[in-house]
């Protein structure tokens, strides 16, 4: 029979997709505030090539840069996180309301990333306040691997090797909490 036990707190990160080249200046503050400052930060690069799905409202190009966060917390901090991100959204967004910025926070464990998003899907969790949540990455064989749903940029070489990179500096700071 299994029992309850205090789960380990993870590592939170945001991929933040932008229109403006670093305008990450202008939330820094906030999201350091509740995560810690930036322990990584992986190369900035253009997103635009794995989709068009943001285009139309967004523009292009599009660039993309994943920050792993100092602060180890609770896993359900999750879904205060998604509203924390998509409230940045909206008031970062243009009149017209379209984004310069897309937030898309997760967490790593030592066996897995997890996203958050608003949108159900079949293999997505329910978390509570609209948000679910979907492993995207897994730990095997001494690296992050992809699952069948895992979006085209969470393949790539560079990004794997920078949340290989986060996990073992997660380690590390799990070592010393």
């Not at 180890?72 to 999750?78: G, R």
């Not at 464990?109 to 609209?130: C, E, M, N, Q």
Request: proline share 4%; charged share 30%.
């Amino acid at each position: 029979m299994s029992h309850p036990k205090k789960v380990e707190p993870v590592l939170f990160f945001i991929a933040l997709m932008e229109r403006e080249y670093n305008s990450f200046k202008r939330i820094k503050d906030i999201l350091e505030k509740d995560l810690g400052m930036v322990l990584l930060q992986s190369q900035t690069f253009d997103f635009s090539k794995f989709t068009d799905y943001y285009i139309e409202e967004m523009g292009s190009p599009l660039w993309k840069t994943f920050y792993f966060f100092e602060y180890l917390k609770e896993p359900e901090f999750l879904v205060e996180l998604k509203h924390i991100c998509y409230s940045l959204e909206r008031e970062t967004a243009d009149l017209d309301g379209k984004r310069n910025l897309n937030l898309d926070p997760g967490y790593l464990t030592l066996s897995k990333v997890v996203l958050a998003t608003f949108k159900d899907y079949a293999h997505r969790i329910y978390l509570g306040r609209s948000v679910f949540a979907e492993v995207t990455l897994i730990y095997r064989s001494g690296g992050f691997q992809s699952l069948p749903w895992t979006y085209p940029d969470y393949k790539e070489k560079m990004t794997l090797e920078y949340f290989n990179r986060a996990r073992a500096l997660y380690k590390d700071r799990l070592r010393a909490h």
